[in-house]
């Protein structure tokens, strides 16, 4: 699959040391927890929602607009638990989808709309919904 020129305007994102490309417009809940290892590109409108747990997105990835990626969680009788989430390398997650999984292997498309229920480990193409 080839993927088209992404154009977007210089002054609305935060380029940091690694080539990332962050949006001025997404939200990053719990920044601390949050590794973007290089050359990833977080479009307006998304959430990443470090503050449940680490989430860790790999090299050369897109998350287009209004995409929220959070990581999974587990009811246990005591409440809930979240874990990880590792996003892969080069993996573009289209507009308005939720990622709520365990994992997300390299090489990945997920499709508009798309919803990754949680504690799924993806190493395959998603299409549109």
Known sequence: MELSELLYNKSEYIETASGN???????LCGSQNIVLN????????????GDLANVRVGRHC???SRSVIRPP??????GVAFFPLH????VF????????AAQ????????KNCVIASSLVNSQNVRRN
């Open 62 to 64: 897109v998350i287009k």
């Open 104 to 111: 997300i292997g390299s090489y990945v498309h997920i499709g």
């Open 73 to 78: 969680f587990k009811k246990f009788s005591k």
């Open 38 to 49: 290089g050359k990833t590109l977080v479009m307006n409108d998304c959430i990443i929602r």
């Open 87 to 90: 996003i892969g390398d080069h």
């Open 21 to 27: 490309k962050v949006s001025r417009q997404s939200v």
């Open 93 to 100: 997650i289209e507009e308005d989808c939720v990622v709520n």
